[in-house]
């Protein structure tokens, strides 16, 4: 039978979550089981995509489309695995599909309620999610911590879980803060509570990790494991680390991979984790600096940029260089234009992606700078497009040329909204999305990256660059590198063939993988450190 681990959290939100339940995954892959992850947000949103990075971070978007959880991410990075957007389960799509089967009659005059019907439709998704995927292992996030009112219905559907699957076939793991007192106490009261506020809905953890500054001592772990009803076997120190891929090497350490398959009734095997081994310790021994600026308008908050981080932290492992990142808000440099001369001190610039007219001038003056300095430079989506609007400016001579998005009344609209979207109305859900073919044209830097003449890379975006401007673009030194099936632009060039000016529509941060890093990336950063 299918083995479910249900993943909870517990004393506040940001402990990292994601990156272990994916560490879970991996582990228990590594044993030879097969694995597939599930991201429940409980938020009313029918999917992370309308919402601000500022709310919820990075909108990770899968290959059939899906814009989900950035937790997706991690579950892809770690696990090494395509998944689909039906793996993000959001109160919305819950209570959407209710509302719809209550008006189509599907309940036969019942009345509509929280249990059974919004418990069973949470089950059947997590079911239909295991059927299709025929994973060994189905891991189950909750979102949030326990205790939110949100958050209620789906733990009920993981405590039924037991109920219905059996003792052997499902495990609860949570997680929570272990705080250090300026005393340097070590304080388990808050996981205590914690754990408290888990069994009063019904739910005792079979396994309990603690995040802190610091590992557990023996004195810590066997508090929590009394107070929390576990053998001390049954409790696991992770403290926060410099790179969360160390994460299933040190839960490994202290036993709990044999734990889990144990309490699993599955044959205990040793993972094999000797390839993500090699890669920690390639992410360890990075000497050589580079500095990168990182351009973009949600620069305070680090996560709505997480897969960018990620692609570089991959690629520099495996060409030995340490990336240090300089982030520079785009709304800053608009407000002091002198703060432009940091970008002096940079080996090389990312232009971010993001949506709206906030910062973007800002980024335009960076890109120019950039350009004209002949720094090294990669723009992703929005950013490929501002380097459009740059480039017509500054090297086209079209004076107050830009993106409709951004102007609607500029004389020279180089960056227009895609033909398809013209007429949508809706906004959820109806960006060009997903995987999308990319015909690459040879003897380009493009070329030269992925080695192929077609690829598919990952897509988020509604404009694109207004064919009408291609001729005269290419006259002032773009060059256009790459092509969609429809005939859009998606990769422009600068420069020679020894310099790297480059920008793509698509984002291929988001299948870049700890070991096999993105094309994009690794060329970036090895290009960087040839330099260095």
Request: hydrophobic share 35%; aromatic share 8%.
């Amino acid at each position: 039978m299918t083995k479910y681990i249900f993943v909870t959290g517990g004393v506040l939100s940001g402990l990292g979550k994601g990156t272990i339940a994916a560490s879970i995954g991996l582990l228990v892959k590594s044993a030879g089981y097969s694995v597939t992850a599930i991201k429940i947000d409980p938020y009313l949103n029918v999917d992370a995509g309308t919402m601000s990075p500022f709310a919820h971070g990075e909108v990770f978007v899968t290959d059939d489309g899906g814009e989900t959880d950035m937790d997706i991410g991690h579950y892809e990075r770690f696990l090494n695995v395509d998944l689909s957007k039906k793996n993000n389960i959001t109160s919305g799509q819950i209570y959407y599909s209710i509302i719809m089967k209550e008006r189509r009659g599907e309940y036969l005059g019942q009345c509509v309620q929280i249990i059974p019907h919004v418990v069973n439709e949470i089950k059947e998704r997590i079911r239909e999610i295991s059927r299709e995927s025929g994973a060994d292992v189905v891991i189950v996030e909750i979102g949030g911590t326990v205790g939110d009112i949100e958050g209620l219905p789906f733990q009920e559907a993981a405590r039924q879980m037991r109920f219905d699957e059996g003792v052997k076939n499902t495990f609860y793991v949570h997680i929570g803060l272990a705080p250090i007192l300026p005393s340097g106490e070590l304080k388990t009261k808050p996981i205590q509570h914690s754990v408290q506020e888990l069994r009063r809905i019904g739910i005792q953890p079979d396994a309990l990790i603690a995040r802190s500054q610091r590992h557990l001592d023996d004195e810590a772990r066997h508090k929590l494991a009394l107070h929390s009803n576990l053998p001390p076997s049954g409790v696991f120190s992770c403290p926060f680390l410099e790179t969360s891929y160390e994460i299933p090497l040190m839960l490994n350490e202290q036993g709990f991979t044999k734990y889990l398959l144990e309490r699993l009734d599955l044959e205990v095997r040793e993972p094999d984790l000797s390839t993500w081994n090699s890669f920690v310790e390639r992410l360890k021994k990075r000497s050589k600096p580079v500095k990168i600026a990182m351009v973009g308008k949600y620069t305070k908050l680090k996560d709505s940029y997480v897969s960018i981080i990620e692609a570089l932290n991959h690629a520099s492992a495996w060409n030995g260089v340490k990336p240090e990142l300089i982030w520079i808000e785009s709304t800053d440099i608009e407000k002091n234009p002198g703060l432009i001369n940091e970008l002096d001190k940079v080996d090389g610039a990312i232009i971010l992606p993001g949506f709206g007219k906030r910062g973007s001038e800002g980024k335009i003056e960076a890109i120019k700078y950039l350009r004209e300095e002949g720094k090294p430079t990669l723009g992703i989506c929005f950013g490929m497009q501002l380097m459009v609007v740059e480039a017509a400016r500054n090297l086209a001579g079209l004076r107050n040329a830009n993106s409709t998005e951004l102007d609607s009344n500029t004389p020279h609209p180089v960056v227009i909204l895609s033909p398809e979207q013209l007429g949508v109305q809706d906004k959820g859900g109806t960006l060009r999305l997903g995987a999308r073919r990319i015909i690459i044209t040879p003897g380009t830097l493009a070329w030269r990256i992925y080695g192929t003449n077609e690829v598919y890379e990952r897509h988020r975006h509604r404009y694109i660059v207004n064919p009408k401007y291609i001729d005269l673009l290419e006259a002032s030194g773009i060059r256009i590198s790459g092509y969609s099936e429809e005939g859009h632009v998606e990769i422009i060039e600068y420069g020679d063939g020894n310099s790297f000016y480059l920008g793509l529509q698509a984002h291929p941060e988001f299948k870049s993988r700890p070991l096999n890093p993105s094309p994009v990336f690794n060329e970036f950063m090895k290009y960087l450190s040839i330099r260095k």
